[in-house]
């Protein structure tokens, strides 16, 4: 069953817009994930320079997590464009 030109362009913008909101809601949780943990760090460890090492690594970590899920969802419309479009 071929689709038309149409219907999957449509599709095409719909995955798109599936996706976005994905990579959106995966950025929130992260956000919501550092702020616990800086909470519970800060009453943890009372030294502030050992404190903002550690606060400073878990936002590089994150930082790369989200990334990744990025560059993952960048690859996967890459890819579904590349199928639409043939």
């Given at each position: 069953m071929t689709q038309t030109p149409e219907k999957a362009e449509s599709r095409w913008?719909?995955?798109s817009d599936e996706v976005l909101?994905?990579?959106e809601a995966s950025r929130k949780q992260a956000i919501d994930a550092v702020r616990t943990f800086v909470d519970q760090v800060t009453g943890d460890i009372p030294e502030?320079?050992?404190r903002k090492?550690?606060?400073e690594a878990a936002l590089d970590l994150t930082e790369e997590l989200?990334?990744?899920r990025i560059e993952f969802a960048r690859?996967?419309?890459?890819?579904a464009g590349q199928a639409v479009g043939k």
């Open positions: 913008a719909e995955l909101e994905s990579v502030e320079s050992r090492n550690v606060i989200v990334t990744g690859s996967v419309v890459r890819s």
